[in-house]
């Protein structure tokens, strides 16, 4: 299956700390997205980045992508306690998103 | 409204009940699709419309399940004689194409 896989499954930081994430898949793709999902809320886009990129940032987040290994990790610098939720990869063919279980975040403050 | 936009946000239904569950994407946006997420799981996909055309039913899990997006912008989920297993949120997204998709608040489905 495409599916993303997220490692770990959940971790714990205090705020001010980085939090780094993973995310591992198996096929071939033509981008790679990441989401964040607060606690009962829909899923919001963070950042998208392309077969062809390596590296992509948006303000706190930093995201790789290395096709060889088929993995990507998502790095939050500088963490808040706002940042806690669940986050998810989405490794992407066609039209077809497959979500892995995500890794769930919680900064303490 | 600016959103996708769900509803309704919760729903319970007695095993055996049927439900509809309504999507209403972002106004231009050509895909749509829908989601499953059980209680600490990831969305699992269901469904994908482009337009009115579905063009992807691979993630139905039966055919109690049943998805229609008959003018090409709302979109309804129905579930028929519903069952316990089907608890979950369900999350409708849509996009202009491959591209991000938006989500919606979801419509938690409670089977008794």
């Known amino acids: 299956s495409q599916q993303g896989e997220e490692d770990p499954q959940a971790l714990s930081i205090q705020e001010g700390e980085n939090a780094t994430m993973n995310c591992s898949y198996k096929?071939?793709?033509?981008?790679l997205q990441w989401y964040r999902q607060n606690s009962g809320r829909g899923l919001v886009h963070l950042i998208l980045?392309?077969?062809?990129?390596r590296e992509k940032h948006s303000g706190r987040l930093r995201v790789t992508l290395d096709t060889s290994k088929k993995s990507s990790s998502l790095l939050i610098t500088a963490s808040r306690a706002a940042d806690t939720a669940s986050y998810f990869c989405?490794?992407?063919?066609?039209?077809?998103?497959?979500f892995g279980t995500g890794t769930s975040l919680t900064v303490i403050p | 409204g600016a959103g996708v936009s769900q509803s309704p946000r919760y729903k319970v239904a007695k095993r055996g009940q049927d439900v509809a569950l309504r999507c209403d994407p972002i106004?231009?946006?050509?895909?749509l699709f829908w989601y499953q997420q059980a209680l600490g799981q990831g969305p699992e996909f269901l469904t994908y419309?482009?337009?009115?055309?579905?063009?992807?039913k691979s993630g139905l899990p039966s055919d109690r399940f049943f998805a229609e997006r008959p003018e090409g912008s709302v979109s309804t989920l129905k579930i028929q004689r519903t069952q316990q297993e089907d608890s979950a949120v369900y999350l409708c997204?849509?996009?202009?194409?491959?591209?991000?998709?938006?989500f919606g608040p979801g419509t938690r489905l409670t089977v008794l």
């Open positions: 997204a849509s996009s202009l194409g491959a591209s991000e998709q938006f």
């Open positions: 096929t071939s793709i033509n981008n």
């Open positions: 980045i392309r077969s062809n990129e």
């Open positions: 989405a490794p992407i063919t066609g039209n077809q998103f497959y």
């Open positions: 106004s231009g946006h050509v895909s």
């Open positions: 419309f482009q337009n009115e055309a579905q063009l992807d």
